[in-house]
């Protein structure tokens, strides 16, 4: 059983930065692409950013997100990284990380998400 475990989130104020974290536990999976997702109140499930796992290609939905959010892994079988700055009342939501196992794939596994609130 594969599972994806999120923490970092939390309360902050407009303009602060925040780093999210997610881990894989339970059996040894080795992910193609592993991303996080956000779902806002009132909205639905939204593409944040992806990372292939070798290469470290990346991928980010709005140009607003990739101009203040960074993702990352710390090596290639590591724990994946969301750092965001400059952070808007709008970025808050519930971030979700996820994993793909193969090129094309689903995103067939999924964390528990973690809660970002930005507010002053």
């Known amino acids: 059983q594969v599972q994806l475990v999120e923490s970092g989130g939390g309360l902050v104020q407009p303009g602060d930065s925040l780093r999210l974290s997610c881990v894989i536990s339970?059996?040894?999976?080795?992910?193609?692409?592993m991303g996080w997702f956000r779902r806002a109140p009132g909205k639905e499930r939204e593409f944040v950013a992806s990372?292939?796992?070798?290469?470290?290609?990346?991928?980010y939905g709005y140009s607003s997100m990739k101009a203040r959010f960074t993702i990352s892994r710390d090596n290639p079988e590591g724990a994946l990284f969301l750092d965001m700055t400059s952070l808007k009342p709008e970025d808050t939501a519930v971030y979700y990380c996820?994993?793909?196992?193969?090129?094309?794939?689903?995103?067939?596994?999924w964390g528990q998400g973690t809660q970002v609130t930005v507010s002053s």
């Open positions: 339970g059996r040894t999976f080795n992910p193609y692409r």
């Open positions: 996820a994993a793909t196992p193969a090129s094309g794939g689903a995103w067939s596994y």
């Open positions: 990372i292939r796992t070798y290469g470290g290609e990346t991928t």
